[in-house]
């Protein structure tokens, strides 16, 4: 059934989102890196508070990959469980990321204008926070449709049968791993400039 889905208008709209993302964060790092070489710019230095992030995405990239063998497997309780740890799990990495541009900001007085290399720090981090901001409405809305539409066998079997739910969670998971592949790049982007 997910053949006869390839060329859906989700399908087509994420892969568009990826495409022209994907192209935004290598502009952006092309240009750092370029005002970096030109300008003789020294970098920023990551925050620790970047890498332990890292690892909490990665948990939530896991967890709703979880959720996604629960549906497969027509786990009801399994399903809206591991949707829940992703949503707090997204939420925390949030969280731990206002705490490492404190951290940044307060501790260390580096801010936007404090150097070009800075700016691009805050403005890749903070483009990257927007998009894990605009997944998390869809993670709660999956969570709140699963809670509603699972109460009783019948509609625990009509929403695992539905192959519009199967590609939308599928769409979700591919749009979650590629929000954690990009913030891996950009901390090892950074603090690979670091080193350099």
């Known amino acids: ?13 994420l892969f568009l989102l990826l ?17 970096r070489v030109t300008m003789n710019v020294p970098p920023v230095r990551l925050p620790w508070l970047f890498l332990l992030n890292t690892t909490i995405l ?17 786990d009801t309780l399994g399903y809206q469980r591991q949707l829940k740890r992703t949503i707090w799990l997204s939420v925390l990495f949030l969280v731990m990321q206002g705490m490492a541009w404190l951290w940044l900001f307060h501790l260390n007085q580096v801010s936007m204008q404090s150097s070009t290399t800075a700016g691009f720090l805050y403005v890749l981090s903070i483009a990257h926070f927007a998009h894990v901001v605009a997944g998390l409405p869809f993670l709660v809305a999956f969570y709140r449709t699963a809670q509603k539409r699972m109460v009783d066998p019948i509609t625990v079997l009509i929403y695992f049968s539905d192959p519009e739910k199967r590609l939308k969670l599928r769409l979700l998971t591919i749009y979650w791993h590629f929000l954690d592949l990009l913030w891996i790049y950009l901390v090892l982007f950074l603090g690979g400039n670091w080193l350099i």
């Open 19 to 35: 495409f022209g993302l994907t192209f935004l964060f290598l502009a952006l790092t092309a240009s750092y890196l370029y005002i």
């Open 58 to 74: 990665l948990g939530s990239s896991y967890t709703l990959m979880q959720a996604k063998k629960a549906y497969q497997s027509d």
């Open 1 to 13: 059934m997910e053949e006869d889905l390839t060329f859906h208008p989700h399908n087509v709209m």
